[in-house]
């Protein structure tokens, strides 16, 4: 059985340094074999969750929790859109989470899906994995496991989203009786729409002993189609790791990850002997081949004309990380040599 983890328990404390920005280009795919410790990556917003993961697991803190309370950082940060609180809400202005955790050592993993009134969901499927023998538990009854173990009942559509989404929702069709915003005689409070968003966190972690874990959670899809569920949370598909070989999470257009398995074949893929961002670039490969069977997801060049990024992180604490399209292709890191911002290889230049 795993140990409770620090969020769990409500005792863990936000980090308060400054990780450094590193803006060279090229990314690490090759571990130096002098270095020792644990790594932990993550998408660019987790400057701070990698920084915490891999203090937590400096300090012999299993990888999978050091995730988790990694990762709850965001999700407890109102200002990220993409995250627990704060999140950008589904078509009807309700926010839903997604989120998945894997143990290497155990080869466990738990999930929630479409959670609501919850900010910790990557903690909540923490507990599906240590107290169940379910991987995903969706909806209502995710919401009453969340009660039945704790998790404090909270609203998590902020003013800011709450807005957003009803600009979206007067943006969104010139046939409704909703005014566009130029149409408007007025605009009381000033706030723009913000269009239809991707966004995630997604969090591996190696410990210097070869133990991995991994956790991937969102809001998901902004104003997605209630009761629609995204990659996040779809073992093989957001998330993945196998404590033989490594870990890899994906952000970005879920529903690519999901039709090809990014994660999981990122995977398969460092245990055929690529490095990381290689995996990585492999399996956009196959995303990419896969996608061009759609006209209406590829560019003029025949390209996917959709973001998808996934992290890779090997059982040596080899890392690195790969983006479909060109744009901010940062993504976190924190080894020996502190947290920072490497660059991710671009797959469609
Ligand atoms: N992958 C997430 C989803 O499809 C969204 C994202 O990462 O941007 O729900």
């Known amino acids: ?24 280009g090229g990314h690490a795919s090759e571990r130096d074999p002098r270095q020792k410790g644990p790594v932990a990556i993550a998408s660019a917003n ?13 300090s012999g803190v299993d990888p999978a929790l ?5 990762v709850a950082l965001v999700e407890a940060d109102p200002n990220d859109m993409s995250v627990g609180l704060g999140g950008l809400p589904n ?9 998945a955790v894997m143990h290497g050592p155990t080869h466990k993993a738990g999930a929630v899906a479409a959670l609501e009134d919850t900010v910790h969901a990557a903690a909540v499927a923490l507990k599906v994995l240590q107290t169940t023998d379910h991987v995903l ?3 209502e009854g995710a919401r009453r496991f969340a009660r039945m173990h704790g998790f404090p009942e909270a609203d998590l559509l902020t003013a800011k989203a709450r807005e957003a989404w009803l600009r979206w929702k007067q943006e969104s069709s010139k046939s409704d009786d909703w005014l566009d915003l130029d149409e408007m005689d007025w605009s009381p409070d000033g706030s723009k729409a913000i269009p239809r968003t991707t966004g995630t966190i997604h969090c591996s972690c190696v410990t210097d002993g070869g133990d991995i874990g991994c956790c991937t959670t969102t809001s998901g899809l902004s104003y997605k189609i209630p009761g629609r569920v ?16 490594g870990s890899a999470g994906c952000t970005g257009r879920g529903e690519a990850a999901m039709q090809s398995l990014a ?18 670039l ?11 069977r759609q006209r209406r997801l590829v560019d003029d060049a025949d390209n996917p004309n959709f973001q998808l990024k996934i992290y890779a992180l090997r059982k040596d604490g080899a890392f690195g990380s790969a983006n479909m399209r060109p744009g901010n292709n940062a993504y976190a890191v924190c080894d020996a040599a502190g947290a920072r911002l490497e660059k991710a290889a671009i797959y469609a230049e």
Request: glycine share 12%.
């Open 1 to 24: 059985m795993l140990a409770t983890s620090a969020i769990a328990t409500g005792s863990f404390a936000a980090s308060g340094s400054q990780p450094s920005e590193r803006t060279g």
């Open 46 to 58: 987790g400057l701070g969750t990698v920084e915490l993961a891999h203090r937590l697991m400096s």
């Open 66 to 70: 050091a995730a988790v309370d990694g």
């Open 91 to 99: 078509e009807m202005g309700v926010v839903t989470l997604d989120a």
């Open 137 to 139: 538990i969706v909806g």
């Open 230 to 245: 995204g990659d996040s949370p779809i073992i093989g598909a957001g998330l993945f790791c196998d404590n033989d070989v």
């Open 263 to 280: 994660a999981y074949s990122t995977v398969r893929h460092m245990e055929a002997g690529r490095n990381p961002t290689e995996a990585a």
């Open 282 to 292: 492999a399996a956009l490969d196959e995303v990419a081949r896969r996608s061009r």
